[in-house]
């Protein structure tokens, strides 16, 4: 890729504080960062590192409670420290634009795609209604999205993450901007899905020589896309370099620190000989409103202190499964047994016991905490309601169950959500779920939206927990890294289908199914020639056809 030497972005000394509520702390301690047209910048570290207020800040905006405290930001020759609200709005949009981790969130689900695509060009006059629609199904096809004239006519709930995603990177390209934020985009999608949209993203930042700033804690993903990574530690740069470098030879202990998690892997359990399962799914088929049947005779079995991942892309019944089991989505046909016995198939009709038995854990634990209501609140009400618990009896079991998840109660007990990290959160979500007492907790992609250390670490928990109360786990995941590391068996699960099930050890051992060998190919490794040799390997020659693979 053709460099030019002058720099498009220029960040010198930056500084950036938050408030507490009581006084300015530094979050942002002198972070220097040297950006040209056509290049990409990978920010990499934990929570809490600094990246995406970095990003921000490279957009001239501070996040609410933050304020830029020191050094420059200079965007082609503009100062955005000192620049107006004026200016700064309109460089936003149309030559920076921000793509956000979550494009389901992102998106207004009463409006068109494709309105919202032309929004940006409408606003600064760039284009006229009809012409930027035009240029928009122009990129839905460069980015291979299907039936390019058609897609983005549909509200954002009629396509899937995937196609979203590419969607939310075409409606940045609608003003064709000097410089794009993407900011963990591809942290909620499957393994095959992560394919087209890195695919899609590394054309289109080579077909218009844009910029880039690529935000993310997946190492082998930044491995793919950027050309120089910097990697970032509670506000401070720790190094930065071309990217096989860093991957080859990092320097820092903390960079070595990370490329070696995901350490952490539990001995495989195998089922008690002649043992009846804790779950068995039987003969499920199960179909959302209009009658389009999104689950296909699917059958499995959970054992007694066992973990069993369900992995497959988005769209396989992972999650529609979960909805049977705990009764949200009665099926059409089939049913599922606890111990033996049948369970009603909607939850209305299941007793306190039987709903008390299943739990879940979410995959956004942002989204699935009230944000206005105290953690003790959160945890206390499942324990009340399924234990007849009340004042001090409460409050001992909810101080309980924080030193379960390893949340000191005197410091935690009275928090908002907002108050935590992303790891802190997930850990209430936890302990939410064992408020109820259950013998069976759903796992809904629990660690996906989480750093590597932090998901680490919830691994553990998980692990430790299961062994103490004898807990059996429905783990949903597309990272097969996460399988690796806590599963006893897998099942596979493809258009509304069991394909493939079996002990871990077996699954990870060739031959597969062919839709298995897929997802297991489809796992990007640390190396930055990956990408671009797996799609040659599946005889793509331009690397936005990897949609059609």
């Not at 509670?234 to 071309?242: L, N, S």
């Not at 031959?511 to 040659?536: C, Q, R």
Request: net charge negative; glycine share 8%; proline share 5%.
């Amino acid at each position: 890729m053709q460099k030019n030497e002058k720099a498009l972005l220029e960040i010198n000394g930056l500084k950036i504080q938050g408030y507490t509520g009581e006084q300015w702390v530094d979050i942002i301690k002198g972070v220097d960062l040297t950006l040209r047209r056509g290049e990409v910048m990978g920010l990499i570290g934990e929570s809490g590192a600094g990246k995406s207020t970095i990003g921000a800040a490279a957009m001239g905006y501070a996040r609410d409670g933050t304020r830029v405290s020191g050094g420059s930001i200079e965007f082609d020759g503009m100062e955005l420290t000192t620049a107006s609200e004026a200016e700064k709005r309109a460089l936003r949009g149309s030559r920076i634009a921000y793509v956000a981790q979550s494009a389901a969130a992102s998106f207004n689900p009463a409006h068109k795609i494709i309105d919202q695509h032309t929004e940006a060009p409408l606003h600064y006059r760039i284009k006229k209604r009809l012409e930027a629609q035009e240029d928009a199904m122009d990129l839905y096809e460069r980015l291979r999205l299907p039936n390019p004239r058609e897609i983005g006519f549909r509200y954002p709930h009629q396509v899937s993450g995937g196609q979203l995603q590419r969607a939310m990177t075409a409606m940045a390209m609608a003003c064709r901007p000097d410089l794009i934020i993407f900011d963990e985009p591809t942290t909620a999608l499957d393994v095959t899905t992560q394919i087209e949209v890195l695919a899609a993203i590394r054309d289109i930042v080579d077909q218009f020589d844009t910029a880039a700033i690529y935000i993310t804690h997946d190492l082998a993903v930044v491995a793919q896309m950027a050309d120089t990574i910097k990697v970032l530690l509670r506000g401070h740069e720790v190094e930065e370099a071309p990217t096989q470098e860093m991957l080859d030879k990092p320097k820092e202990d903390y960079t070595k620190s990370l490329w070696a998690v995901r350490s952490f892997q539990r001995a495989q359990k195998s089922r008690p000989k002649g043992s009846e399962p804790l779950i068995s799914i039987r003969n499920v088929d199960a179909a959302y409103t209009g009658g389009v049947k999104v689950l296909d005779d699917v059958s499995f079995d959970i054992h007694e202190g066992m973990t069993v991942a369900v992995v497959g892309e988005s769209g396989s019944g992972k999650s529609t499964t979960a909805r049977v089991i705990t009764g949200l989505l009665p099926p059409m046909k089939g049913e599922v047994l606890f111990k033996g016995d049948p369970l009603p198939p909607s939850y209305l009709n299941r007793n306190k016991d039987q709903l008390r038995q299943a739990q879940m854990i979410y995959q956004m634990a942002d989204t699935a905490l009230n944000p206005k209501v105290r953690i003790s609140e959160i945890i206390g009400r499942p324990a009340q309601f399924y234990s007849g618990l009340h004042g001090a009896e409460l409050k001992h079991r909810v101080d309980e169950l924080l030193d379960l998840i390893e949340l000191d109660p005197s410091q935690f007990y009275d928090r908002y959500p907002p108050e935590l990290s992303g790891g802190q959160k997930q850990r209430v979500g936890i302990a939410r779920a064992l408020a109820a007492d259950p013998t069976f907790i759903i796992c809904d992609e629990v660690t996906s939206a989480l750093d590597q250390l932090v998901a680490e670490g919830i691994l553990k928990l998980l692990d430790r927990l299961q062994n103490d109360l004898n807990l059996s786990y429905m783990f949903i995941t597309h990272d097969l890294a996460t399988v690796r590391s806590i599963a006893d068996e897998v099942v596979v699960m493809q258009n509304g289908q069991v394909v493939e099930e079996g002990p871990k050890d077996k699954m990870f051992t060739p031959p597969h199914h062919p839709y298995t060998d897929l997802l297991l190919s489809s796992v990007p490794e640390m190396d930055s020639s990956w990408l671009t040799t797996l799609l040659e390997e599946r005889g793509v020659d331009n690397i936005g056809d990897a949609a059609r693979v």
